[in-house]
């Protein structure tokens, strides 16, 4: 447990006591947030005794590797992992429960709360947020303004994207008005999917794949995105 907290202690950069014995914490951390995590380590590192030894392993591998390592009981002290993996390492009882470590942080209340939920399995807590990222979908103001559209005025609405796509892809030279990386399965899932719950519409379980996947081949046949979407 002592590792553990010197782990969550390094990521969220918290001082802790400087232990009698010095400890090297193992970390495992995805290589596409590598480069952060390597950065706070090496900033809690360098004002503490005990270490922060990070490992990068390609998101990919990161949950065979860490089931096998649990599994053969060579698991690292801490892992930064996707959130959605969470509940089923904590149900195979691979987690450590550290529900009063982190109830104890004076920061607790301003942890992330859906975070939090999503790190708790029947009622106790196995993980806190490392990195948190927002979702957005970015607009070229030059090309709104030589479509005839306000480029002060981003689209709020899935219409409005469509409506200003057009305007643009009418603008013609291969300029199209939408663009999204359809090879990108995290992508479909992670970014665009949230943009059409927010804009009301009911989504069932592997539904979402293919509603989602027809609406932008439906973008692609009428011009409005690039050949390389498809």
């Excluded at 907290?5 to 232990?19: G, I, M, P, Q, R």
Aim: charged share 15%.
């Amino acid at each position: 447990m002592l590792k553990i907290k010197l782990a969550l202690a390094a990521l969220s950069l918290v001082a802790s006591a400087t232990l009698a014995n010095a400890t090297d914490v193992t970390l495992w951390v995805r290589t596409s947030s590598g480069a952060v995590l390597q950065g706070l380590a090496d900033h809690y590192n360098a004002s503490h005794s005990d270490k922060i030894v990070v490992t990068q392993i390609t998101a990919e591998q990161m949950v065979p590797k860490l089931g096998a390592a649990i599994a053969g009981g060579a698991a690292p002290d801490g892992a930064v992992l996707d959130l959605i993996y969470l509940p089923t390492f904590a149900a195979a009882e691979g987690l450590e429960d550290i529900s009063e470590f982190v109830k104890s942080r004076p920061y607790a209340a301003s942890m992330s709360p859906s975070h939090i939920r999503l790190a708790t399995y029947d009622d106790k807590i196995y993980g806190v947020p490392a990195l948190p990222d927002a979702s957005i979908i970015a607009y070229n103001t030059d090309l709104f303004e030589k479509a005839g559209l306000d480029r002060n005025k981003a689209p709020a609405s899935l219409e409005e994207i469509a409506t200003a796509a057009k305007k643009i892809t009418a603008l013609g030279n291969e300029t199209y008005g939408f663009y999204f990386v359809a090879n990108s399965g995290s992508w479909l899932i992670y970014d665009f999917l949230p943009h059409l719950w927010a804009a009301g519409a009911v989504t069932v379980t592997m539904v979402p794949c293919i509603i989602l996947f027809l609406l932008l081949q439906r973008y692609y046949v009428r011009g409005l995105t690039a050949g390389a979407v498809k």
